[in-house]
């Protein structure tokens, strides 16, 4: 499951299971290789809060379960 939030603060606007991703490349970008994820969206995955004990520089809580 995959959830998206736009600050730690708030509650998930989307989440969903990741089906698959494949990897591309966008010259253009400094980065520019580039993770494009097929995600099927599921009710529950939205209004989750981002885990405790996380911290105030973390951008990701990396994988919690597979």
């Known amino acids: ?3 998206l939030h736009e600050t730690k603060r708030k509650k998930s606007y989307f989440g969903g ?3 698959s991703f494949r990897m591309e490349e966008f010259p ?3 980065r520019s290789k580039r993770a494009i994820f097929q995600i099927e969206p599921k009710a529950e995955g939205k ?5 405790k004990g996380s911290g105030v520089r973390d951008w990701t ?3 919690i379960g597979v």
Do not use: Q
């Open 28 to 30: 253009e970008y400094p």
């Open 47 to 51: 209004g989750v809060s981002w885990p």
């Open 61 to 63: 809580t990396g994988v």
């Open 17 to 19: 299971l990741v089906v």
């Open 1 to 3: 499951m995959i959830h």
